[in-house]
């Protein structure tokens, strides 16, 4: 039950979060994505994202335009490392121990990576995701879809579009 409220509330929060900026950059509509499952989530664009992970997860962020803004349940958490990255990008990582975390993170230009063994997370915007593992996903509130190994999913691109990799 809370896991189809969530996935009910947040693609309406994560829309308003970034309506305005993505507005700017483009003609093309922003797209929404809601993820549940186990592996690995990579988002690779402009996007405001949602979640909760359940058991220990390993978030790495690469900031490429150095506006990106993590919160976890609530607070602004420090990363593992800060390094920088060719070209002059910042690379940050997360853990995340507890038993269950929610997390708010918006950036445009980033690249984010999510392993967890049990997560959902719906994120906003133009970006391309790749999925590795197993679970399921919607975009744009469409049917429901299978989540395997290699799944690229854009959302929110030109034409969106579902293509699987072996």
Known sequence: M???ALSLILPAVATLALAAPAAAQTDVPQGVLAANGAGVVILDGDAAMLGVVRGPALLVLQDRAGDARLSVGGRVIRP????????????????????RRRFILSGTNMRVRIESGDLSVTA????????QGSGSYTVDNGQPQAWVAGTTVKVGLSTPRRTRRG
């Open 124 to 131: 906003a915007g133009h970006f391309r995701v790749r999925l």
């Open 2 to 4: 809370r896991r189809t």
């Open 80 to 99: 593992l490392r800060v390094r920088p990255a060719p070209p002059f990008v910042t690379v940050r990582r997360y853990r995340l121990e507890t038993l």
